[in-house]
């Protein structure tokens, strides 16, 4: 072989060694490129991943918020508010852990999902004890329902009781009728002007009543002037009508058997009577039993 030759496979050899080692850095080159794009695509999943994983979080700490005012037992509350602070310290590490930090993402990522299970039971007991409220707060219902057709019942028994104790009181009481009041003189006539009379007669009959209790009976007379004044003697007492004590004209006590009985009473004419008209009310028992007027001319 020439010197020409060797010269020529020289040159080939160098051409070749050029164009392998432009193959190799265009090779380690595109390499690299792509190692790049691989790991920006990497990085942006993983801060995709650390954003979805941080809502994730958010969401949770709000419905343990939300399950706290919604139950009134206080132990469970505060275990809620515990398990709520542990998801809140674990999202503000996972705002602090950088995207590429991809071992401490996933980490998170399973303490989330222990965190879910742990919420899951306490929804149970929640439900369960929302269930117990609302068995407890249904028989309270039938329970004050029961208690006021009770009181409804029993108000209405009281009320039929008081009114059939007023009607056999009503029944019990004595009736007095054929009321006359008449002025007499001294000597036991009909006066036919006041001036000559010496006594107010008062004649009345008290009717039968074999509902009345029998025995000895009070009865008290009152006589009202025109000017509504009571006429009164010295000796003049009181007696209770209407949980109160008025005063009374006269008095007299009889002995009654049922039947109907007569009675007469009569007023000593001591002072000035004017003309005018006059009543007379009728007591016994603490009721009234009969009214009159009159006119005395």
């Known amino acids: 072989m020439d010197e020409e030759e060797k010269a020529v496979n020289r040159k080939t050899w160098w051409i070749m060694g050029i164009i ?48 706290k ?47 879910r299970k742990i919420m899951r039971n306490y929804v149970i007991q929640i439900d369960s004890l929302n269930a117990e409220n609302q068995q407890l707060k249904d028989e309270n219902r039938q329970v004050t329902q029961k208690y006021q057709q009770a009181s409804s019942r029993a108000a209405r028994l009281s009320k039929e009781k008081d009114q059939l104790s007023e009607r056999v009181e009503m029944a019990s009481r004595l009736d007095a009728v054929n009321i006359q009041v008449v002025p007499i003189t001294s000597k ?5 002007k006041i001036d000559k009379a010496a006594q107010l007669m008062m004649t009345f009959i008290i009717s039968k009543n074999i509902t009345a209790p029998v025995g000895e009976q009070m009865i008290y007379v009152r006589l009202m002037k025109p000017d509504d004044d009571i006429l009164t003697k ?19 006590s009889v002995e009654y058997d049922g039947e109907e009985q007569n009675v ?18 009728i007591f016994a028992g603490g009721s009234l039993i009969g009214r009159k007027s009159f006119v005395l001319e």
């Open 20 to 67: 392998l080692l432009v193959m190799i850095i265009g090779v380690g080159s595109y390499y690299l490129w792509y190692q790049k794009q691989q790991m920006e695509e990497m990085s942006e999943m993983f801060a995709l991943e650390k954003e979805s994983l941080s809502d994730e979080y958010e969401e949770l700490s709000l419905q343990y918020e939300g399950y």
């Open 69 to 115: 005012f919604s139950i009134g037992n206080d132990s469970l509350i505060a275990l809620l508010t515990t398990e709520q602070e542990k998801v809140q310290r674990l999202q503000e590490e996972l705002r602090t852990v950088k995207s590429t930090n991809a071992r401490r993402i996933n980490e998170l990522k399973k303490e989330l999902e222990t965190l």
């Open 188 to 192: 036991g006539k009909n006066a036919k």
């Open 234 to 252: 010295s000796n003049s007492g009181r007696f209770q009508f209407e949980n109160k004590e008025i005063m009374y004209s006269m008095s007299r």
């Open 264 to 281: 007469v009473m009569y007023w000593d004419i001591e002072e000035f009577l004017s003309p005018g008209s006059y009543r007379a009310d």
